[in-house]
């Protein structure tokens, strides 16, 4: 989320078209916006029937090139190694990405444009998640993080991103967020998580194990296609402008919290999860400890900045809510019950799962 009003593009179709043919050579049948917070992506079928998206970085982004390079580079990296990630494709010139001026209504700024596969499926947040897709959610993000630790490239120095507001490791980061919510009754809640996970949280993140985490494992960033054994498997892995160096226990609790938002039963969500990751990456005593607080504060973090983002686009309001209206029946009733209630849930849960399979 970002502060300056400018930020995020607003290109209209005639420009799409333009540097469809221009970078890529390609001239579309039809352009489809999709969602985003703070970048435009399009959804472009060409002449041929071929599918791509069109992704546009905001402006505060697109300086940061380092990042962005590497963050391609994962992609490739993880779709190299047998996982569904979407990759960026090559312009006429050879380039996987372009600096582009670009004129959006507030004069010209200069927007990174990338070309990205069009994967199948639909999102997870459109089907009933039955355990088995929970378990191979699970599965599939201690999988990401496991090949991304053996991924070497000159600019991982660049996933240091130390004031990145949504890193797990930043939750007290929200504070001065806070009179945002000045009236709403679960301010006091996030406060409360906040202090928690500053003196249970961060003294013991030493702990856990470190990795660089895709960060924004999601509801709407993850595909899955229907699949005659399974009911669904996983297809696509989706966006990762949130890649950052953080702890593996930090992509699990994303994961948990996320597919929480969609679920009818949202308690039922972490034991098959859990199992999943656990298959993978058995979880230690410091990690199995700050779960709880780690899910707490990812749902604080979705609740505030998307306080935050309203007042920046009220225009978008409907988009940007999307989690935080559920999030917070989630988020108070997870405090309700307390750690030790939840603990006791999941990792219950997760054994009873794995010992039937």
């Given at each position: 989320?970002?502060?300056?009003?400018?930020?995020?593009?607003?290109?209209?179709?005639?420009?799409?078209s333009?540097?469809?043919?221009?970078?890529?050579?390609?001239?579309?049948?039809?352009?489809?916006?999709?969602?985003?917070?703070?970048?435009?992506?399009?959804?472009?079928?060409?002449?041929?029937?071929?599918?791509?998206v069109?992704?546009?970085?905001?402006?505060?982004d697109?300086?940061?090139?380092?990042?962005?390079?590497?963050q391609?580079?994962?992609?490739s990296?993880?779709h190299?190694?047998?996982?569904?990630?979407?990759?960026?494709?090559?312009?006429?010139?050879?380039?996987?990405?372009?600096?582009?001026?670009?004129?959006?209504?507030?004069?010209?700024q200069?927007?990174?444009?990338?070309?990205?596969?069009?994967?199948?499926?639909?999102?997870?947040?459109?089907?009933?998640?039955?355990?088995?897709?929970l378990?191979?959610?699970?599965?599939?993000?201690?999988?990401?993080?496991?090949?991304?630790?053996?991924?070497?490239?000159?600019?991982?120095?660049?996933?240091?991103?130390?004031?990145?507001?949504?890193?797990?490791?930043?939750?007290?980061?929200?504070?001065?967020?806070?009179?945002?919510?000045?009236?709403?009754?679960?301010?006091?809640?996030?406060?409360?998580?906040?202090?928690?996970?500053?003196?249970?949280?961060?003294?013991?993140?030493?702990?856990?194990?470190?990795?660089?985490?895709h960060?924004?494992f999601?509801?709407?960033?993850?595909?899955?296609?229907?699949?005659?054994?399974?009911?669904?498997?996983i297809?696509?892995?989706?966006?990762?402008?949130?890649?950052?160096?953080?702890?593996?226990?930090?992509?699990l609790?994303?994961?948990?919290?996320?597919?929480?938002?969609?679920s009818?039963?949202?308690?039922e969500?972490?034991?098959?999860?859990?199992?999943?990751?656990?298959?993978?990456?058995?979880?230690?005593?410091?990690?199995?400890?700050?779960?709880?607080?780690?899910?707490l504060?990812?749902?604080?973090?979705s609740?505030?900045?998307?306080?935050?983002?309203?007042?920046?686009?009220?225009?978008?309001?409907?988009?940007?809510?999307?989690?935080?209206?559920?999030?917070?029946?989630?988020?108070?009733?997870?405090?309700?019950?307390?750690?030790?209630?939840?603990?006791?849930?999941?990792?219950?849960?997760?054994?009873?799962y794995?010992?039937?399979?």
């Open positions: 989320m970002y502060t300056g009003e400018n930020v995020k593009p607003n290109l209209s179709q005639p420009q799409v333009e540097l469809m043919g221009r970078l890529y050579g390609l001239g579309p049948s039809k352009i489809c916006p999709l969602p985003s917070y703070d970048d435009q992506n399009f959804h472009v079928v060409v002449s041929d029937g071929g599918e791509y069109l992704k546009v970085m905001n402006s505060v697109s300086q940061n090139l380092a990042l962005l390079e590497l391609t580079h994962a992609m990296f993880l190299e190694r047998g996982l569904p990630a979407q990759t960026a494709l090559p312009t006429l010139t050879g380039h996987m990405m372009s600096l582009q001026d670009i004129e959006c209504g507030s004069g010209s200069k927007y990174l444009v990338r070309l990205l596969t069009y994967l199948p499926g639909n999102t997870i947040s459109k089907i009933p998640c039955s355990p088995q897709i378990y191979q959610v699970g599965r599939t993000a201690a999988t990401m993080d496991t090949v991304l630790s053996k991924m070497e490239h000159p600019n991982l120095s660049a996933l240091k991103r130390e004031n990145f507001i949504w890193n797990l490791s930043n939750i007290p980061l929200l504070e001065p967020y806070l009179p945002l919510m000045d009236g709403d009754p679960s301010q006091q809640v996030v406060k409360e998580v906040i202090e928690l996970y500053k003196k249970q949280v961060l003294p013991n993140l030493s702990s856990c194990r470190k990795c660089i985490n960060g924004d999601n509801d709407l960033n993850i595909l899955v296609e229907p699949d005659s054994l399974a009911g669904y498997r297809s696509g892995i989706l966006d990762f402008a949130d890649m950052s160096s953080g702890y593996y226990v930090f992509e609790a994303i994961a948990i919290m996320y597919l929480m938002i969609e009818p039963t949202p308690l969500v972490g034991g098959p999860l859990l199992a999943g990751w656990e298959s993978v990456i058995p979880l230690n005593e410091a990690e199995r400890d700050v779960l709880y607080l780690l899910v504060g990812r749902f604080c973090q609740l505030v900045m998307a306080r935050h983002c309203v007042t920046l686009h009220p225009e978008n309001k409907e988009y940007l809510m999307i989690t935080a209206r559920t999030g917070i029946r989630h988020l108070s009733h997870l405090w309700e019950l307390g750690k030790e209630a939840v603990d006791r849930k999941w990792f219950q849960a997760a054994r009873e794995t010992d039937r399979k």
